[in-house]
């Protein structure tokens, strides 16, 4: 690995990662402390989520690939793995431009959209959607895309102002309509009056602005239990670094929590509650073989001393224990357990959420399981 690459997390580095906050997001020490002796070999995700560790592969020099059937997650790490180009004021320079060419933009309607966005903040932020949609992906293209989604809705400050679009919401995953609508009318909420480029602008700077060198990498839209491990990982080598956190058993809700992103990555302007292309929560059993399935298709393309670590937890409905879980999963592949390690009890980005709609209960302790093919 090259001496340039740096060895602690430094601020742009935590700025590139917070470019769009995801619902159950592990924080970058993690992954970072995983890798910190990585030298060679491709990292890893096959549910990649925000792209936490691919950006922590980036970090340390290592090629990387990322799964996962959300198209918010592939979004938002994209922009954490866009090269060189993405420059803040290559990513200001597009939004003018889309705006600038697109004056008159398809809006959707009702009481949620008018609550929720003031009229011209709406209608530059679809303005902006559309130009994305219409045009190649550069890599200024992908920060923007990043950008978007991650400004597209958050809380207000106390003194008023508001780095997000949105009325008060979430930043996390998006209010449901009929609930969000409630919410702002009880309480005389109205939609900031903001400046879209300017946002753009502070966040362009803030995430884009520092020197992480690029990678080689992939990014990939599917199902982790059928892609096609060869051909997205094609000639970047075999993989020595898995690294990744599933989705909770019984955490069902990425795609409908995500509704709002999903709408302005080209969805439909109404919540989704389909489970198309995700694990099996119908039992433990059923969740366990379809964790199976993934760690048994990454084998054939894994080196002979590739390892692989998984953080895990439950979710307080699910009276599980998660380590269980995660031993079935792996007792029937060619990989083994080397030790299991308490993870703490993490935050999991939702203590923000209590702006919203009300407290929610203690997450349960998480593992970190290591293991080795």
Avoid at 53 to 59: D, I, P, S, Y
Avoid at 172 to 183: E, H, S
Wanted: positive net charge.
């Amino acid at each position: 690995m090259s001496e340039r690459r740096p060895r602690k997390i430094t601020r742009d580095m935590q700025a590139l990662n917070a470019v769009c906050p995801y619902f159950t997001m592990f924080p970058l020490d993690f992954p970072m402390s995983v890798l910190k002796d990585a030298r060679h070999g491709v990292v890893v995700d096959p549910f990649c989520g925000r792209g936490t560790t691919n950006l922590a592969a980036r970090v340390r020099g290592l090629p990387t690939v990322a799964v996962d059937s959300s198209p918010v997650a592939i979004a938002a790490t994209a922009a954490k793995l866009s090269r060189g180009k993405a420059r803040p004021e290559s990513i200001v320079a597009l939004a003018k431009e889309y705006l600038s060419a697109n004056k008159k933009p398809t809006i959707p309607v009702g009481p949620f959209w008018e609550l929720a966005y003031d009229a011209e903040v709406l209608r530059a932020i679809c303005a902006i959607r559309e130009g994305l949609l219409e045009s190649h992906l550069s890599d200024a293209a992908r920060a923007l895309r990043g950008i978007m989604l991650g400004a597209l809705h958050g809380p207000k400050h106390k003194n008023g102002e508001s780095s997000y679009f949105s009325n008060q919401a979430p930043r996390t995953y998006g209010p449901k309509p009929a609930y969000a609508v409630k919410f702002w009318k009880e309480r005389g909420l109205r939609p900031p009056k903001v400046d879209p480029i300017k946002i753009i602008e502070l966040r362009a700077a803030r995430a884009f602005s520092g020197a992480i060198p690029p990678v080689r990498s992939r990014t990939h839209l599917g199902d982790s239990r059928t892609v096609s491990w060869s051909e997205i990982i094609g000639d970047l080598g075999p993989v020595q670094h898995v690294v990744t956190s599933p989705p909770y058993y019984g955490l069902r809700s990425y795609r409908p929590d995500q509704w709002l992103r999903e709408w302005f990555l080209g969805g439909s302007d109404s919540v989704c509650y389909t489970a198309e292309a995700q694990v099996d929560h119908g039992s433990p059993e059923k969740f366990a073989n379809d964790l199976a399935t993934v760690w048994s298709r990454l084998e054939p393309v894994a080196a002979a001393d590739a390892r692989m670590v998984i953080r895990f937890g439950a979710i307080n409905d699910r009276p599980v224990d998660p380590a269980d879980i995660v031993r079935a999963s792996i007792a029937p592949t060619g990989w083994r357990i080397v030790h299991i390690r308490k993870a703490g009890v993490a935050s999991r980005g939702r203590r923000q959420a209590e702006t919203f709609r009300g407290a929610i209960s203690p997450a349960v302790e998480e593992i970190d399981v290591y293991c080795r093919l």
